[in-house]
């Protein structure tokens, strides 16, 4: 009987070489049928020819295969089958309703070349005539001066903010830059997004331009669809430091290799099989379990725009083309030129079962006792699993796990004090500050072991106030080092140390760079504060750790915490070290990491060398230190929860008691017409609940009228401020606050810009800023006295701004306006009555539509056990939910919320709350978490026993959302329009 093929291409761009063919090696151990690999620049085609007794077995061959190899390359894949990347990127584009552009003229031409044939490219790129083409545009597409000369050496930053600058001015969601190599630096190529870049090094060896193009494609086919990129594409944020161009050496320089003209040698002869089961049918999921996936990145959605249709120009870029004859062309079938890992295994002759049966035993005892002899002799214990099986850290089984590993190292080397485990990195063991290793004398530490983690001092694990710090060499701990990388520290936001007398776990409070050598004023003295039952010395810690993170950390600190300090080499140079400050865990906290919050920290302390290496100035000391203090003080109170705290005055302050009253001419900006809003998202469908008890039907949150804000062509934003140079200004004024904990008379330009910079970060738009300072300046007017309020040190640019609009408030009806503000509305704002229980006619319910693309963690869900729930309802409101109803479905319900999604009024087991209520009384700083507002859906897991509750923006959500004005301001509204929409009826006057 004649057999039916079938033929399976799957190609794939972004792996290294090596994990290309050790993958396929595998297959074709396990039997893959007919495999053959092509590779060029940068892209693979892997082909399997399956045969069968019918055309439906040979096609279900291929599936499987087409499963395995999926599974093991994951995002890598870009599609089975005949279509360019191009192709396929320019689809995912379209399906994702994304738009890019060029940076310059020399991307454009590569772009163009590359994406002339495709019919739906004009859909998705412009071709330049709304970016650097442009008759009036494209004079702005110019680098910022004022980042370039921050960081004068990085060849990143010309690249990626001259990206942003035409991002900004064509409105598109994504810009990209090829930058060719030269003496001082290697070819990349980046991909720019609104607050974020993304950046990949190219390999010396290939055709450099055909690379450039394919790398390009992929990064925006991946984040089209959310997928991860490779590990060697770094994402950093815009106006911070660009990562170094480092290539990771012959694995990525692989991907550019040419494929050598090998002639296909014949497939590993197999023994005869049945018909039933033909050869090479063995199905994938037998085979080893796949690598684990890339997070997806995150991306930075931004209003889109129509592209024009392509114009013509030369030959597609050198890729593999969809009619090349894979089969004729340079294939890899593992032959002697290929360049793999092992060489291909000899075919044994077939020999008797007994003698094969003889060796498995004696193989499978082999390897017994070679597990048991490398646990005794101190083989390492992966952080994300265990040796005794498939475990992962924070189980059961791990701590069982870990617990007898440190146990067996102990009784070989009684210098052996713990085991340090983080959830996904490897884990160490960790040394007495004297305890030699190999049965060396006590007390005598060679300079071998010296590269040991190991204390440094007294073990006063568990202590109040004390800080125990573990020395952790390069030579031992290599991967530690990564904890300065976001995604790295997400993932590894706690950890744990394993001693014979307890278990001792911490949350991550802290990552810095620390210069041991560095005096003076901005000396950290970290080994000196181990011992921190001085309160004095306690602050400094506390202080100076939070002050000098790279990041914030979803981890808070009170009076009497213990901390476990990490001191690793730091990746950076010059002698600095990277230092990972934990928290241990409260009693009754729970163990629960909330990575996804990690953050980077808008105003790190840096060593001063860097500052100094840079040619920048570095922050102030004293502000930084008041800023921390207040922090501290306030158990990282936003300005959101200070306003809560205030209230609302009784009655709006008169005019006359802080003098003006002219009114300020608006300026020329678009005027605030409906045109200008996108349709608001509506409230997410809370049909997933499992009962209608817990999260109200489709009539509770009513979609906000899409009449009022119809789908938007937004105007041109402009390119990125230049940061000017300091002129002197005449004074605006002073004006009394308590500005980070201490109350002082500040010059008021001074205070606002403070107040702005530390409310909207560093790269907000100017008009955003300037809406925000004038929200700010009437908000302490209307309190009186000294109000607290918090600020870091500002740009030029800002107090620029600040200068402009240093005099001028809100009033309504010759009365100061009362102007709150917040981070993030949900799908539009409270009113004042619902926030207060006072009514104000300029504070009322209005649309806020960009809020979800701009925000950062816009949507958070908080997980909240039945029994935390139950306690504090008793705690909070004398209400016992279990002897309400022994099932905790039914605890929730009859939830009402207004248009802008917050909950006005629900139930929880006998008591009528609203979602304030919920908020900021019943379920305040539970283990640590507290809902970020009071717009929420309630689902109950009755397998956890658990209550997943998903809010949507951040803070009260009364006045000025601060995310909302940005997205105003980005699309072209100045500062006067975005005040008389979120505080309608009010005039902008001059006081």
Partial sequence: MEQKSSRL???????????????????????????????????????????????????????????????????AVFCVGEESLAEVAVTELVEAGRLFVAADAATGRLLDAALAGCEMAGSVYDFGTQSYAHPRRGAKVTPNRRLVKKYPNCPVQPAATRAHAALRVSGADWAVAYSPSNDTHPAFVLVCGEKYAWVCPLPPEGEEQALAVGWLLDMLRRMARGKGMEPFVERFRLGGPAPKLELPGQALAGLAAPAPAAKAAPPVPREPAPAAAPVNTIPPEKAAAPEKAAAPAKTDPAPAFTGKAPRAGSGAADRLGPDEQLTSAAQLLFDDDAPLPTEEPARRPAGPHWGRLIGCILLVAAIAGGVALWLWQGGKLPGGGSVLGDVGYGTADYDTAARDYLLAQQAKNAGVAAYL???????????????????????TVSAAEDELPRFTGSDTLGQSQSNVIVRCPASSMEQLSQLAQEDVLKANSGFTLYTAGGDYRYKVLAVYEWDPAETGESAFDLYGLQDLSNYEDYLTFVLGAKARSLYEMPADVQDGDAFVTLVADSPASGGRML????????????????GNQVQPAEQPLMPMAVYESEGLSAPSLTTLSQYWLNWYITGGATSSDVQEQAGMPTEDRPLSEVGGGEAVEPSASPAPDASASPEPSPSPSPSASPSASATPGPSATPAPSASAAPTPTPAPTPAPTPEPTPTPAPSSGTITVTMNGV?????????????????????????????????????????????????????????????????????????????PYFASAAFGTNSSQEVWGGARPYLVNVDSPYDKDYASNWQNTRVYYASEVAARAQERLGVDLYAYNSDPNTWFGDIVKNSSGYVTSMRLGTATISGRDLRENVLNNVNGKTLRSAAFDIVYDAGADAFSITTYGYGHGCGMSQMGAWGYAANGWGYADILAHYYPGTTLVTQ
């Fill in 743 to 819: 109350r002082q008379e500040m010059d008021l330009a001074e205070c606002l810009a403070m107040i702005a910079r530390n409310e909207m970060g560093a790269n907000a738009p100017i008009e955003a800023y300037k809406a925000q300072m004038v929200a700010a300046h009437s908000w302490i007017l209307s309190q009186g006295g000294a109000p607290s309020v918090s600020g870091l040190e500002p740009s030029e640019t800002i107090r620029a701004a600040a200068r402009e609009v240093a005099n001028q408030i809100l009033t309504y009806n010759g009365s100061v306006a009362f102007t």
């Fill in 579 to 594: 230092v990972i400050t934990g928290r241990q865990l409260r009693a009754n906290e729970a163990a629960i990491l909330f």
């Fill in 421 to 443: 485990a983080l959830p996904s990195l490897d884990g160490a063991l960790v040394w007495s500050a004297d305890g030699a290793a190999g049965g060396g004398e006590p007390g």
């Fill in 9 to 75: 291409v799957l190609r794939l761009f972004g792996p290294r070489r090596d994990q290309v063919t050790q993958v396929l090696r595998a297959a074709a151990d396990q039997g893959c049928p007919g495999l053959n690999l092509l590779m060029k620049n940068g892209e693979y085609a892997v082909c399997v020819t399956a045969r069968a007794n019918t055309a439906e077995e040979a096609a279900a061959i291929c599936r499987r295969w087409r499963d395995y190899f999926e599974g093991r390359f994951g995002d």
